[in-house]
């Protein structure tokens, strides 16, 4: 039986190309396996300063002049990650919220897939992709072809999932879907914060905080409109498809974008604001996560990963509705109420990339041991 510490290793992502969540977690895979290869569809190589030196494996896709706009080649990706030869490896990982669970491995071959989610635009959020494309111009034609395509890449990304091994859900709420769309179990391991990131002096502040890239389902669009109305400061951190339309909303002068911030940036808007807004549903969400750890409580939705990690009224408060008026209520509700900077803190440190990389070890450890114990049939 081969040991776990001499396991030859390969971690397959998506792509590598922003520093988002996802990107973050492979981040991390790559320092529990420092001898690992890497393996994506396309690399951006000065996003990922981490990754010099590590032996990074792109596809063909890597060669297009579009190669990071990987969202123009949903049928391309598939193929592509079914093209890595993943022959000599005795332990693959993949992070996967698209194609990169699809890889083809041996027998042998353990394939753990940390799972982030089935893929929304197949499978959970299809008919909201399909109503909100974010392609500007191309929108009229994706619409008149997106049925059949999704239809045909879904059938794929059914027998991709057979593939698997054994599958890691971000969240309660993706284990659910896993086993809705997959028909598989899977075990949860939350994704990490880097708690040390936000461990600046947390300082009251009067200004509340959005996170992310703009697209439509982030859903900036009822709390731009909500503070139109509340006349309470808002700055948006972010850029995405969705920012022009955004700022034509901003009626009030108090609603500041502040555009793409770098990391260092980002993390004193978060230390030096009243509060976090989440009005979108995500899988997991790691915005929520950050702001707690920077001492800072979270107004989110009511829905998807914030349920597992907000603690209401302790951590934050939740408005049910993805309306301007549920929004614009909790505001009001929240400048009411009091919360300590400790137990945000306290409550994010559960969920740091220490404790991240420990169970992501451990597990796949004895995932290898339950893997090198199974019988082998006899072909007769």
Same mark, same amino acid.
Request: proline fraction near 7%; hydrophobic fraction near 35%; glycine fraction near 6%.
């Given at each position: 039986m081969k040991e776990f510490n001499d396991l030859k290793v390969a971690i397959v992502a998506d792509w590598l190309v922003a520093r988002g969540g996802a990107e973050r977690v492979v981040l991390l895979f790559a320092e529990i396996f420092p001898q690992a290869d890497l393996y994506t569809s396309v690399f951006k !190589?000065?996003?990922?300063?981490?990754?010099? =030196?590590?032996?990074?494996? $792109?596809?063909?896709?890597?060669?297009?002049?579009?190669?990071?706009?990987?969202?123009?080649?949903? &049928?391309?990706?598939?193929?592509? *990650?079914?093209? *890595?030869?993943?022959?000599?490896?005795?332990?693959?990982?993949?992070? !996967?919220?698209?194609? %990169?669970?699809?890889? #083809? &491995?041996?027998?042998?071959?353990?394939?753990?897939?940390?799972?982030? &989610?089935?893929?929304?635009?197949?499978?959970?959020?299809?008919?909201?992709? #399909?109503?909100t494309p974010q392609l500007g111009i191309l929108d009229p034609l994706i619409k008149s072809v997106m049925p059949t395509l999704v239809h045909r890449l879904r059938i794929w990304d059914r027998v991709a999932a057979d593939r698997v091994d054994v599958f890691l859900a971000n969240s309660k709420n993706t284990a659910g879907r896993i086993k809705k769309y997959y028909e598989r179990e899977s075990s949860v391991i939350y994704p990490p914060v880097d708690y040390q990131r936000f461990q600046g002096e947390s300082v009251p502040g009067d200004y509340y905080l959005i996170v992310g890239r703009q697209i439509e389902y982030k859903r900036t669009n009822i709390a731009v409109e909500a503070f139109n109305q509340l006349d309470l400061p808002l700055r948006v951190i972010g850029e995405g498809p969705e920012l022009p339309r955004l700022k034509q909303l901003a009626k009030s002068f108090k609603i500041e974008f502040l555009g793409r911030l770098s990391d260092d940036? &980002?993390?004193?808007?978060?230390? =030096?604001?009243? !509060?976090?807004?989440?009005?979108?549903?995500?899988?997991? /969400?790691?915005?929520?996560?950050? %702001?707690?750890? !920077? /001492?800072?409580?979270?107004?989110?939705?009511?829905? /998807?990963?914030?349920?597992? $990690?907000?603690?209401?009224?302790?951590? =934050?408060?939740f408005f049910d509705y993805q309306t301007v008026v549920s929004l614009a209520e909790a505001v009001r509700r929240f400048e009411r109420m009091s919360f300590s900077s400790t137990v945000c803190r306290e409550r994010a440190k559960q969920f740091d990339n220490t404790e991240f990389k420990r169970q992501i070890n451990n597990f796949a450890e004895q995932a290898w041991i339950e893997?090198?114990?199974r019988p082998t049939k006899n072909c007769v």
């Open positions: !190589a000065p996003n990922f300063p981490e990754l010099n =030196g590590r032996r990074v494996i $792109t596809s063909r896709l890597q060669y297009s002049p579009l190669r990071y706009k990987q969202q123009l080649f949903p &049928t391309l990706r598939p193929a592509a *990650f079914e093209a *890595f030869d993943l022959d000599d490896y005795d332990l693959v990982i993949s992070s !996967a919220h698209a194609e %990169a669970k699809g890889v #083809l &491995t041996k027998p042998e071959t353990l394939h753990l897939c940390y799972c982030h &989610t089935p893929t929304r635009y197949y499978w959970s959020h299809y008919h909201e992709y #399909l109503k940036q &980002t993390t004193q808007q978060f230390l =030096g604001c009243k !509060a976090v807004l989440f009005p979108q549903e995500e899988d997991f /969400g790691i915005v929520p996560l950050e %702001a707690m750890a !920077a /001492g800072k409580p979270v107004i989110a939705y009511r829905a /998807g990963g914030a349920l597992e $990690t907000v603690v209401d009224n302790q951590t =934050g408060i893997h090198q114990q």
